[in-house]
């Protein structure tokens, strides 16, 4: 409620007094029934009615309050200035609001990065960068202890030169799937990183272009 003096019309912020705390809305709409002595007679508290506009947050921010008071209404038209932000503040808020776009990015990447190697056990996964080094130096020198693991699982079962073509095929798939993840990450964190506004940011769909 906003404090309204009856002959001018001017509306003020000023709190309602504790003796009339307690009535009912209709009776503060005019106090020329109270004790002048109280020195309220010539005014009001009358109710407040927002009407401000959007704003781009982003830009922008309310400033001082705008009071327009409605005589006919009997209420009060609360208003703000509109107060356009200092490229500092804008351009940290662009700031953290890109960081945000790049993590959930970054988060994506993992969780494509996962669905690959939840396919697979974690000691199988964790024994891959092992079996293809032994791999590649296999196929150079053709030496079974150059690939010692590889050469005891293939024992008795399959021929060494084949598992090793099975684990580079493997290794080669995997390898591929990394580097489509990694591209499609980086092009997107590439993007992010030129867009010019907060609201340009927050719309970037990081969800497109992914290898799975």
Known sequence: MKKINLTTYEASSAPLPQFLQGLKPESLLDLSWTDPALGVSDYAWWPTEIADGPIDADTQEYGAEILTVDVDRQVVVVTHEII????????????????????????????????????????????????????????????????????????????????????????????????????ANRHHNNSIAILATAADARAYDVTVGWPL
Do not use: H, Y
Request: charged share 25%; hydrophobic share 50%.
């Open 84 to 183: 356009a932000l200092t490229p500092e503040i804008i351009a940290q808020t662009i700031a953290v609001v890109k960081a945000a776009k790049t993590r959930e990015c970054d988060l994506l990447a993992k969780a494509k990065r996962d669905g690959v190697t939840a396919l697979n056990a974690a000691g199988e996964m964790a024994s891959w960068p092992i079996k293809r080094a032994e791999a590649m130096a296999f196929l150079v020198s053709g030496l079974p202890t150059d690939a010692p693991n590889l050469a005891v699982e293939a024992e008795g079962e399959i021929a060494l030169s084949d598992l090793v073509d099975k684990v580079m095929l493997k290794a080669n798939q995997l390898s591929f799937l990394e580097a489509k993840v990694a591209n």
